[in-house]
């Protein structure tokens, strides 16, 4: 059986940190989405991969190329939606497949329940429906989807998910998958309702840590690099090869480290915390519920909580971020969340700066020790 994984998307909702990579490339849990979906796909025995391809296009072809096996890729030309992403990938369709969103993590449970059933979709309850397709199901099968409505009928989602015939890819006259789905619904295809069992997309920044404390509860333990006889492990542990633990440092998992890493003396890291590859963490700093990219320096005597913190960061010592509540409008809906704060890449922030509940742009600078809320754009210079 085949899958084609769409990877084409940008993430809008998720600025700033899909500034520089499709919503499939953000790393969670220290790999990036697309790769714990292909983990589920391969686990149930499914090796023919199409990825299709579209926004910064060259961060996901780059990707493939270094798997170790081998990926099929397409290029959506323009992302002018699902369907078409689809239909990009249809000359390398050769019989039943599977259609997976490469943003979204599935697990590999839900994938066995539908492989084998022709003509199907993955459907999940959530709590925030109306961020998704709403479906309505009757007698086991859908009879509709309602894209993100004001008021769901139904708390059950489409998952994007969807297992089927070669027949249905002359349906795809439409430029949305759930148009397509209700195009060929209304021309006889019955298509089956298969409920998910670990499924979890990510809508807004701050949605990524939720994503990556779940995946940081699914990994296993490894001790690689130089750690020192007097750091203290509990919980979940994993570290990269070439990493340095400095002494009294201590780290309670699940927590992921990744490769050639400084991290102590006298460092706390606390759970649900992933740390990408050559990061420099500084003596006394406390991480705890952090997702942190590749190539940050995070400065002495720092307290990070609840953050996202973007790719080649570097903050001052005595940064810290604040977990708080607020109201955030994106693409003119307001949302209100709680956390520390999103930090888009190459973020730059003098000694003593507080980041509380904000959401910070890519290469934003702040000059001087101060408290930061609500949003700042891409590029801005605080003083």
């Known amino acids: 059986m085949q899958a084609v994984i769409l990877a084409a998307g940008e993430g809008m909702r998720l600025r700033p940190l899909t500034h520089s ?3 499939a490339m953000i790393p969670v849990a220290n790999r990036p989405i697309i790769a714990h979906v292909m983990d589920a796909l391969i686990e149930n025995g499914i090796r023919d991969l199409v990825v299709v391809a579209g926004y910064r296009k060259e961060v996901v072809l780059s990707y493939c190329n270094r798997l170790p096996y081998p990926v099929t890729t397409v290029v959506q030309p323009r992302q002018l939606g699902s369907a078409d992403a689809l239909r990009a990938a249809a000359d ?19 994938i066995a329940r ?5 003509n199907a979709m993955l459907v999940r309850e959530h709590e925030s429906p109306s961020n998704f397709g709403v479906v309505v199901i009757r007698s086991g ?10 008021l769901a009928p139904t708390v059950t989602v489409s998952t994007g998910i969807f297992s089927l015939t070669p027949e249905f890819l002359d349906h795809l006259d439409s430029t949305e998958l ?4 209700m195009a060929a619904i209304s021309r006889g295809m019955r298509m089956k309702a298969i409920h998910a069992e670990g499924w979890q997309d990510a809508i807004y920044p701050w949605d990524v840590l939720k994503l990556n404390r779940s995946l940081l509860s699914r990994i296993g333990p490894q001790k690689g690099g130089k750690i020192h006889g007097s750091v203290i492990f509990s919980g979940t542990v994993r570290v990269g090869e070439g990493t340095a633990i400095g002494p009294h440092t201590t780290i309670q998992g699940p927590v ?10 006298g460092c706390c890291i606390m759970p649900h915390t992933s740390i990408g590859s050559r990061a420099r963490i500084e003596p006394f700093t406390m991480l705890s519920g ?13 307290r990070l909580q609840d953050a996202v913190v973007g790719e080649g960061c570097q903050l001052a010592d005595h940064t810290s971020t604040m977990r708080d509540e607020s109201l955030f409008s994106i693409e003119g809906k307001v949302q209100k969340a709680a ?13 003593f700066t507080v980041f509380r509940n904000c959401v910070v742009g890519n290469m934003a600078a702040i000059r001087s020790g101060r408290v930061i809320t609500s949003v700042v754009p891409d590029g801005a210079l605080v003083m």
Not at 339 to 351: E, I, N, S, Y
């Open 21 to 23: 990579r499709p919503k």
């Open 92 to 110: 390398e369709i050769h019989g039943d497949f599977l259609v997976v969103p490469g943003d979204n993590f599935i697990d590999a449970a839900s």
């Open 178 to 181: 759930p148009d397509a789905v």
């Open 141 to 150: 099968y859908v009879t509709g989807i309602i894209e993100k409505p004001e």
């Open 256 to 265: 992921v480290i990744g490769e050639d890493c400084e991290i102590g003396p």
């Open 339 to 351: 956390f520390g704060a999103v930090l888009g890449d190459r973020v730059t922030a003098a000694p």
């Open 114 to 118: 539908i492989k084998n059933v022709q």
């Open 290 to 302: 952090v997702l942190v990219m590749n190539d940050v320096s995070i400065g002495s005597h720092s």
